[in-house]
């Protein structure tokens, strides 16, 4: 049983997350009101007692195990090499017949030797966009591919990232697989937006301090507000007394001798 973590969302939501797993994703699938969230690959659940009863079922169930058999090999033959090719190449998307076009792209990314994940985020952002097309994607204009990544950037439900990757997928499908490459020669690559950092005011730092007890811990506060450090740098801060000992062994010498 993979690990699962379950959070609390928003609007009364249980955030649950996992490395993928066909009996979990079909367990959380028999859950009313689930919620697949692509953009940061994990699923929302209602949070009812109903829900977190069938959520304690899924982690009380006991992964499936295959029972390990040795064999012992052949007398004067090398043991069997293991296979070096991912077996996730051939894995299919759905157990549903994709779109022709869906398929086609599919292959290509197979062909290229794309992860399993980068294969399923291409079959999502192909989906959505043969949903929103009226008509086949080969007779669709220029127009209306910058049409839909418009009213997708506008939208406010997807970052810039998911924009970018829905970009990604039709420049594959018109390029490699419909031969058309001028409808999306000229797309433009959405720009990710730069956010300033959050920065505590000297009231919030001067609070930080006043409640921290633990003398240790206040010092690495300090310092790092200070001295502006990251995280990984405090923690790596050795006293000057062992920098000094560990690259010049007779150091304690020469202090008694300069005193």
């Not at 204009?141 to 439900?157: C, F, K, N």
């Not at 609070?207 to 740098?233: C, D, I, P, Q």
């Not at 405090?234 to 000992?245: F, S």
């Amino acid at each position: 049983m993979p690990k699962v973590e379950i959070s609390p969302g928003p609007e009364g939501r249980l955030v649950v997350k996992f490395d993928y797993n066909e009996a979990i994703v079909a367990a959380i699938k028999k859950i009313s009101g689930r919620r697949w969230n692509p953009e940061n690959k994990f699923w929302t659940i209602p949070d009812t007692p109903q829900s977190r009863a069938m959520v304690a079922d899924i982690l009380a169930t006991p992964a499936k195990t295959i029972p390990y058999i040795p064999v012992k090999p052949k007398s004067g033959s090398a043991p069997a090499a293991k296979p070096r090719v991912s077996t996730t190449l051939g894995k299919p998307l759905t157990t549903n017949s994709p779109h022709p076009m869906i398929k086609a792209v599919d292959d290509e990314l197979v062909l290229r030797g794309m992860a399993y994940g980068t294969r399923k985020s291409y079959g999502q952002h192909l989906r959505n966009y043969l949903c929103w097309l009226k008509v086949e994607p080969d007779q669709a204009e220029r127009e209306d591919i910058r049409q839909y990544l418009v009213e997708l950037a506008s939208s406010g439900r997807v970052s810039a990232g998911y924009c970018r990757g829905a970009r990604a997928a039709l420049i594959l499908l018109y390029e490699a697989v419909l031969k058309q490459p001028g409808k999306v020669s000229d797309l433009p690559r959405m720009k990710r937006p730069s956010q300033l950092p959050v920065v505590l005011s000297r009231e919030e730092v001067a609070k930080l301090l006043k409640v921290t007890t633990n003398l240790k811990h206040k010092a690495l506060l300090m310092v790092a507000y200070s001295a502006g450090l990251r995280v990984g740098e405090i923690v790596r801060l050795t006293p000057l007394q062992k920098r000094l000992d560990k690259a010049t062994p007779n150091w304690p010498l020469l202090k008694k001798r300069k005193l």
